[in-house]
């Protein structure tokens, strides 16, 4: 009997040493070998991040979700889309938004400053503003482009449409020219407003969000690999 309670105590200091040896061996490891770590990216934008007129499910952030978890990308995404929101919306609601658990950031605004006609000046003055808060939090960004209409005349078009890849290279941002790419790539306008849009001819539904997010998805991917990277 003393042999037999020798032999397990001397056992269970085997095992002690061992699972010591493990928890030491794993605690100087990088933590990005130790475990892989979960992103954080906020969606500031307006209606078409947040979601207009859809259920829950099938907003642009529930679905984007949903793509990057099918891509296998270890992601969280937190919708910071607000419906009516302009560039100085987003602006008031950067500092927040940018909570020490976020990682990194997709900026979507300037569709409201279109429908209002606000001077690309002062959007281009609120996403500067927002840009930099980010640079300052060392977030590392998206910036998703908007499209002007011709109908505010060819200086506003030009000013607005150039605001977004100027701003992102001077950041030094990811950059997509426009939210809703894949839809005005579409050749048929009429066969999209019926398919794709909703009833008010402005949003996205649940059919159009899915094109937007495939065209849309791996520019996030990017993002959150560029943000793990670092």
């Known amino acids: 009997m003393g042999l037999l309670a020798y032999g397990a105590r001397r056992g269970v200091s085997n095992l002690i040493v061992a699972v010591a040896l493990i928890l030491t061996a794993s605690l100087a490891l990088p933590l990005s070998a130790a475990r892989a770590e979960t992103i954080t990216v906020a969606a500031l934008g307006d209606s078409l991040t947040q979601g207009y007129g859809l259920p829950a499910a099938e907003g642009f952030v529930p679905q984007l979700q949903h793509w990057l978890d099918a891509q296998g990308v270890d992601a969280q995404v937190l919708n910071a889309g607000v419906s009516g929101d302009t560039t100085a919306g987003g602006l008031s609601r950067v500092d927040w938004t940018l909570t020490p658990d976020v990682d990194a950031m997709i900026v979507a605004l300037g569709g409201n400053d279109l429908l209002r006609g606000i001077d690309p000046a002062s959007s281009r003055a609120n996403l500067d503003a927002i840009l930099k ?52 790539a579409l050749p048929d306008r009429a066969a999209t407003l019926r398919d794709y849009i909703q009833g008010d001819g402005l949003h996205p539904n649940a059919k159009g969000v899915t094109l937007v997010v495939n065209d849309l998805g791996p520019k996030v991917r990017d993002l959150i690999d560029t943000t793990r990277a670092e």
Do not use: C, H, W
């Open 133 to 184: 808060t980010a640079q300052e939090r060392d977030v590392r960004v998206l910036l998703i482009g908007m499209i002007a209409p011709g109908n505010f005349g060819p200086d506003f078009k030009a000013a607005f449409d150039g605001m977004y890849p100027e701003l992102a290279a001077s950041y030094g941002t990811l950059f997509a020219p426009s939210f809703l790419a894949a839809l005005e």
